[in-house]
């Protein structure tokens, strides 16, 4: 036990999500075989005790993997709040249970035995790949609300998820796909920008709450005509109005990185004054 390594997700930022948790995959192997040689030999009742470990071990699998993958983003995000949903926490509880069952009732073992085993198991899983995170992020915040931030923030991503469903679809004009799309994705920079110091909330908070607002109303009033409804003036109007949206994006691009500068600034003259003190 003691040379299990425990998983590190700082360590496996680079994994995709169909690698995470793999190794408990390898363990579903021996019990489909037995599932499928139950069924070959026609032994019901091994078919069906088979059959419910192999879910039971599934669903631990799976369980992981939704941990894993809400660990991995949780890791990568600066300012955020713990997952909400302890799966990993109800895996390594699934993983006992199916132990007991595969050993005690499907293997015969005695309910020691079984006790024993499980335990093992919870103890090994938790060692590999640890329980969920439970503490918020929410360091460097000034004097910011938390849940002022997270509300913004998730607005504004709800907002840019109704463009790009639009923006996905047939959407007829291509200069004007092209041209959302670049407005999107410079948008999704600024809300990572803010996540990455939500004290930028203050600065750009009008523009997440006004700008995407009249950005997503304009797409969706757009998509609800035909094409041969909509007059040159008005597609013209819209494409100046994407130009200009893409010039206010880039100052409030600009802005921020002027923020994140002042407050480099005060930053080092504080130091300053620490150090001639």
Known sequence: M???????PKMNLGYTKARRGLLLYFFLTPLFLAVV??????????????????????GTA??????????????QEKFTKAPTKPYKTMSAILMGIATLFTATIAGGESLFSGIFLASVAIVG?????????????????????????FKTLADARAKLSGIESHIQKDFRDLELREKLSLAVEKSEYIIQNIQDDPKDIRVARKFLLVYLDGL?????????????????????????????????????????????QFDL????????????H
């Open 2 to 8: 003691a040379k299990v390594k425990k998983y590190n």
């Open 37 to 58: 040689l139950a069924l070959l030999a026609r032994d019901i009742s091994a078919f069906g005790l088979n059959l419910i470990a192999f879910i039971l071990f599934y």
């Open 62 to 75: 799976k369980l992981n993997t939704w941990g894993l993958a809400n660990e991995f983003k949780y890791q």
């Open 125 to 149: 899983y938790v060692l590999h790949y640890g329980l969920d995170p439970r503490t918020d992020k929410l360091e460097n915040i000034g004097d910011v609300s938390a849940e002022l931030v």
């Open 216 to 260: 997503e109303k304009v797409t969706n009033s757009y998509m609800a005509m035909e094409e041969s409804d909509i007059k040159g003036e008005t597609k013209a109007r819209l494409h100046q109005l994407l130009d200009d949206v893409e010039v206010k994006f880039d100052k409030e691009l600009t802005r921020l990185k002027k923020n994140n």
């Open 265 to 276: 600034d005060v930053n080092i003259d504080v130091l300053q004054q620490q150090i001639k």
